[in-house]
């Protein structure tokens, strides 16, 4: 199978900093990455997507940047919320799979 | 609120049990996908439904099956369960089933326990 594989399991932000967390993908051959925000209890939802044809993309409060030279994704959220502590993975699609990291743990510390 | 129900919340079955899972997707959703996701190995994608047919297919156990109903709901069956079939199952469902277009909307998911 293919490795998708986060740099930190826990990061820890003071509210109203920004949070960066980060993503590793092993197959060169991916074409579309999705980062996905899990609350306790709840299933992932969505937060932003880009192509492998694109090196930034920006949503409300939140980027995400693609380095293909080195397979590596980042999510960039802005002015951290206490309503951003969640775990959140990326995932990446190739060939009619989606493969997804393990997930880093955001607290926000009021 | 995603609009993707599964039913049931919570499933407590002992090993070699057979179980069915449900799904009921977004109004106006034509796929379905299925999830698993337990500790030691996070999310996988386990299979896609589209319209009633099968679309794609992930990292799902031969004793794993599922099928997508005339009015798009979908079914996991889950047999000979085991110890470490234990997981969180999640339901997505997306307009047109496309993996790399598509949003995908997760359900609250069911919580396997097999004792």
């Known amino acids: 199978g293919e490795s998708v594989g986060l740099h930190l399991p826990t990061l820890s932000v003071q509210e109203g900093d920004n949070s960066i967390i980060n993503c590793a993908y092993s197959n060169s051959a991916s074409d579309y990455f999705i980062w996905y925000k899990q609350e306790s209890g709840k299933g992932p939802q969505f937060i932003i997507d880009?192509?492998?044809?694109?090196d930034k993309r920006q949503g409300q409060r939140v980027t995400v940047l693609l380095n293909k030279t080195v397979k590596h994704l980042s999510l960039q959220i802005a002015a951290t919320q206490p309503g951003d502590s969640a775990v959140y993975f990326c995932a990446e699609h190739e060939e009619w799979q989606f493969y997804f990291g393990t997930g880093t743990s955001l607290t926000v510390i009021p | 609120d995603s609009g993707v129900t599964q039913t049931p919340k919570h499933l407590i079955t002992a090993t070699g049990q057979r179980v069915t899972l449900r799904c009921s997707p977004r109004s106006g959703d034509l796929s379905v996908y299925w999830y698993q996701q337990s500790l030691d190995q996070g999310l996988q994608f386990l299979i896609q439904?589209?319209?009633?047919?099968?679309?794609a297919k992930g990292n799902i156990l031969e004793r794993f099956s599922a099928q997508q109903f005339p009015d798009l709901h979908s079914e996991l069956n889950l047999s000979s369960l085991e110890l470490g079939d234990s997981a969180l199952y999640f339901c997505?469902?997306?307009?047109?089933?496309?993996?790399?277009?598509?949003?995908?909307?997760f359900g609250p998911g069911t919580r396997l326990t097999v004792l």
């Open positions: 997505a469902s997306s307009p047109w089933g496309q993996m790399d277009t598509d949003t995908q909307y």
């Open positions: 880009i192509r492998s044809n694109m």
């Open positions: 439904y589209y319209n009633g047919e099968e679309r």
